[in-house]
């Protein structure tokens, strides 16, 4: 199966700021999904990345606080914008394949 | 729209007993569903997955889920807990949306195992 490599493993960034995280696959799937997990809670679906084109966001989750880039088929970057503590979480990028998903190892992301 | 619910936040039981962990699905169309296991400051790990084919789904480490439609239900078993089966589960559904299969997850069980 598909291994996603995720990177940064984690981040300590400054409210306010942005961060970028990548996710790179060693193989194609068909499609790659970003998920948040708040501390102690499961994971919420933020957006499905689509190759050239805009992401399709899930409600509550805005363009502007989590731009999403997809440039080709094997990879994605999710943009945490304007920072404040509450974006305190752990993100996690997956690919869809034939049928399964593959998950990277997540970022790990704390605002101080 | 698709759902799952996992009964019970946390399942305790002692080492070398029968682990169930419950899930139930909503889906107007024919699921796809999934069991994820999180070991602490770990990712995501596949257990098992029923796609349609053979009902009862073995897995890693032991594990088996049986899909029951009547029952809408998804549940999580092995016979004989280990110590280092403690950690948390996860179900999630997905379902063909808009093109794509997305997958859901249930709110997960903690599983506690006692020595």
């Known amino acids: 199966s598909a291994v996603i490599s995720q990177k940064p493993s984690r981040d300590i960034c400054q409210r306010g700021t942005s961060l970028t995280i990548q996710c790179q696959v060693d193989?194609?799937?068909?499609?790659m999904f970003w998920y948040r997990q708040q501390p102690g809670q499961s994971l919420t679906l933020i957006a499905t990345?689509?190759?050239?084109?805009?992401?399709?966001?899930e409600s509550g989750f805005v363009i502007d606080k989590f731009p999403i880039s997809r440039p080709n088929l094997t990879f994605s970057t999710l943009t945490v914008s304007n920072m404040s503590p509450e974006d305190s979480s752990i993100y996690l990028c997956s690919g869809q394949m034939t049928v399964g998903y593959t998950f990277g190892s997540g970022t790990r992301l704390t605002v101080v | 729209a698709q759902s799952v619910t996992q009964l019970g936040s946390h399942v305790s039981v002692s080492e070398g007993a029968l682990v169930l962990l419950r899930c139930n699905y909503s889906?107007?169309?024919?699921?796809?569903l999934f069991w994820y296991v999180q070991y602490p400051n770990q990712g995501l790990q596949l257990l098992l997955k029923y796609t349609s084919a053979a009902t009862l789904v073995k897995g890693i480490n032991g594990f088996e889920a049986e899909f029951k439609k009547s029952e809408t239900s998804f549940h999580l078993t092995k016979p004989s807990a280990h110590m280092s089966d403690a950690a948390e589960y996860f179900c999630?559904?997905?379902?063909?949306?808009?093109?794509?299969?997305?997958?859901?997850f249930g709110s997960g069980t903690r599983l506690l195992v006692r020595p």
């Open positions: 193989s194609q799937v068909t499609m």
């Open positions: 889906s107007s169309v024919p699921p796809y």
């Open positions: 999630a559904v997905s379902a063909r949306m808009d093109s794509s299969y997305k997958l859901i």
């Open positions: 990345a689509n190759q050239g084109s805009e992401a399709t966001y």
